[in-house]
């Protein structure tokens, strides 16, 4: 009875999560500005109602009860995993005070507006003190979280639990070892040329042969669709209802193309978690208060980046589908040959803004801004040192001068909502993309299936392995299951070697 | 402090219902076939905790404490006004079983599919169980939220508080006694020309089209939007966010622009409310549980049918702005005068579907429902005879004989959602319109206005008579104070009169 109550409740905080989705999906896809400030009301409404559904008494209670109910099942059970993860999402919020919680949403709303007017005058100082009182709550808000190690620790549990400064450190640091020589080396050896990727593609066009790409992979329309925004993401409103976006440039093909492949790996995790667990806590981020059935942030970035990188930028995939993109832009394509079009769209150039980087560099963007996170978190650095910090990475790493600071610490709007360990997510991402796709491509019938363009077989190893689990085990569970070991670097580095000394006609030993 | 409380947990249920609508919106515009089956969970979880929170004991406190604080305002403000449509509708709420609200959602839930294979399969008899359930359920929901006279009161009370059958019964047979005779007469006339209506008019300049005649009547698209759907609809999510749709047929030019001009006079009435009600009781309709600021459907319809037919279907409308319509549809208009215009998009054609009627015979659809729904629940009509009935009053009415189930009492969707009560509003809304129109164009700055295709005046007019109030008064207050009197059909059956005269040449004195 308790179970069942559970269940029932949980599912409401599911629905609700999912109308907060829906409204958000619409204020960056339809919603004319006018509707800008009441909306902002009503997600917010939403956010409040499913927080407390999930931390008040009744939740509680009903947990105690279904414990008692599901003690018998054995450990491994749905059951067992469900009561597990409203426990301790209840505890999770209860332990923060809603003072706090509503402190952090305030600053949140108006944070956007000063880091836009900010990052529009090149001017940090005015940002400044929004990122002293961002630190400060989220300083405060570990505390009440709770942490063994780095309070970073805490701030990144809501993205990627488990996560910590402690294992991440040694993670980074194999990264940086074996990429930076490679980004070295690419510095010194001639571009691939792109001066093609530049002409005219019509926007139409291009939605519609990304579109087309992203089915191939496996996007179900029937349960989808495609929209433009300034900034693409993807969004499920339970795997009934997953929508990607995009955003096209007339005059950089790849923009769109690769946008919606990105969006379209995200969409597949979400598509194909088992429909047990729709509306059940094992498709919903209980803790994020997120409608969801990836199992971290994280875990979410490797279906992306592995549908993305791995199979949209290999050349193995455009030997076979070069052909269509030029059926698609005769005009634009009919003078260049599927190496050609693969070579230039995996160009590295080492640059100052982190969401138009290229594959090898993009990490690098990341690990600066999570070690900068969390010497903020910890004290070691202050809020007024943190454009020279930025900067000194940016040097450090891409051999990069930051001219400005638009250009540098004001490019990205994440502080600007109030919120601090969101980043390391990409960079796991990577990780984990590279040594599942290892993992996959050991199985014939996926090998088989890539090498005549089939992807239903990689999609359906993905499913098996990661996306019909939903939130069922924590994301090193699901890897060792998947892979046989935890979180490994080994494989993105290979595969990063092999690629890139390829292109760049380096030693493969690089 | 209990109603600040007050007005803090309504805007809280207008966010909610709000958010309710916003999923609907995306359900019946851009979600994949694929959520409709979550989606309905959704909007499902959202109308439960609406009604909980103004039904549950909470509320009813918040509101004994605020009436002890505002029992000192005057009687005519508005803290004494939102205090008291609270209450009324917590005490409503509270009068109906909750699991007989869920027993009526769960037969519409499944009533759509019965009714859409009835209506395909022209089985009427496969309906009627679903009728007959319908019927029941809403017999006994009308014996908890109470009446004096008839049963049927109490169901259009939440659509039209405050009609009865005893007051329509007087309103109807004057309708039909100055209406039947003017039938009769034009049948007997010869039908203007209506053929270049039905040539070749492009999707995209129609839509473009009515939307300009839409911002011509005074929508505002910085905070609305026109999409296309199956069945035209306005909707809102608080005054800063309305939106309209239409349907385009390719080869009947007047269904888009009148049915955008229709659902924009909706619009008006939402864009135009107060903004201090924003969120708050004035602007929600917590017995309906549907964030809407016009006071009743009829008073909303009042405003569509005005815009839709007092201006767009009059003579000075397309004396001023044919050029323009010429100019959209060059090829298509370039030999019709603005008269000939005039004449085809008024022609009366007596037919078997409501939703196609024109102005003249609409009423008729109108009257023969609610006269059966009232039959229905009294007991005086069994379902069993309701294709009979039907088919006698469109007989007796517009003279046809009803050749199928499917072009009669199968055609409408509205028994299908488990609904009974909703059609009145539509012929209160043409008696409306009828009487407000005949009072605005009494004021010079509104007349003048119409003479020069300035229709600001008038929608103005509308606004601070009509629109800005939102549910401050009920609709007969409204009426009283804009129009001198209650509904009065008066005006209503000299405005037809005069129009058809003058289009098939009768008498004036018809």
Chains 1, 2 share one sequence.
């Not at 407390?52 to 491994?76: C, I, K, N, P, W």
């Amino acid at each position: 009875m308790g179970y069942t109550a559970l269940l029932s409740r949980m599912g409401q905080v599911n629905d609700v999560l999912n109308a907060k989705s829906v409204l958000a999906w619409d204020a960056r896809t339809k919603m004319p500005p006018g509707g800008a400030e009441t909306r902002a009301k009503q997600i917010a409404t939403l956010s409040v109602m499913a927080r407390d559904m999930v931390a008040d008494d009744e939740t509680l209670r009903l947990v105690e009860s279904a414990e008692a109910e599901v003690q018998h099942h054995g450990a491994d059970t749905v059951e067992r995993a469900i009561v597990a993860r409203v426990r301790e999402a209840a505890e999770y919020h209860r332990r923060i005070p809603a003072a706090l919680v509503e402190a952090r949403a305030e600053l949140g709303s108006v944070g956007q507006d000063i880091w836009a007017r900010a990052r529009a005058a090149d001017d940090f100082a005015s940002f400044a003190p929004h990122v002293e009182k961002t630190v400060a709550l989220n300083r405060e808000m570990a505390e009440h979280i709770g942490y063994s190690g780095h309070p970073y620790d805490a701030l990144m549990h809501r993205f990627e639990p488990g996560e910590t400064v402690a294992t991440l450190k040694p993670l980074f640091a194999r990264l940086r070892q074996a990429m930076l020589p490679l980004l070295r080396a690419i510095a010194d050896r001639p571009a691939p040329r792109v001066d093609f990727l530049e002409r005219n593609y019509p926007v139409d066009a291009q939605l519609a042969f990304g579109l087309k790409m992203a089915e191939r992979i496996g996007y179900d329309l029937t349960r989808g669709r495609l929209d433009t925004t300034v900034h693409p993401f993807e969004v499920s409103f339970t795997r009934q209802d997953v929508r990607i976006t995009t955003r096209v440039n007339a005059n950089w093909m790849p923009m769109s193309l690769f946008g919606s492949l990105h969006e379209a790996g995200h969409a597949l995790y979400e598509q194909n978690v088992d429909p047990a667990y729709t509306r059940t806590p094992l498709a919903t981020d209980l803790i994020g208060l997120y409608a969801v059935g990836g199992v971290s942030f994280g875990a979410h970035e490797s279906q992306s980046r592995l549908f993305e990188n791995h199979v949209g930028r290999s050349r193995e995939f455009w030997e076979l589908n070069f052909p269509e993109a030029q059926a698609a832009y005769p005009d634009q394509l009919h003078d260049i040959d599927a190496d050609t079009f693969w070579r230039a769209i995996n160009r590295v150039q080492p640059g100052f803004i982190r969401v138009e980087a290229d594959e090898l560099t993009y990490d690098f963007h990341i690990m600066l801004r999570v070690d900068i996170e969390a010497a903020l978190i910890d004290g070691s650095l202050s809020v007024k040192d943190l454009p020279e910090a930025w900067n000194a990475k940016i040097k450090e790493y891409l051999g990069l001068d930051v001219p400005s600071n638009r250009l540098g610490v004001l490019q990205d709007v994440h502080w600007s909502s109030g919120q601090i360990g969101t980043f390391c997510n990409y960079t796991i991402g990577n990780v984990m993309a590279g040594q599942l796709y290892e993992t996959a491509v050991r199985d014939n019938a996926v090998a088989d299936g890539l090498a005549r363009a089939d992807y239903a077989p990689l999609r359906q190893w993905m499913t098996d392995h990661v996306h019909t689990h939903g939130r069922r085990y924590s994301r090193d569970e699901l890897l060792v299951r998947a892979t046989g070991r935890t979180l490994d670097p080994e494989p993105y580095i290979a595969h990063l070697t092999a690629k890139y000394s390829d292109i760049y006609g380096l030693p493969h030993a690089a």
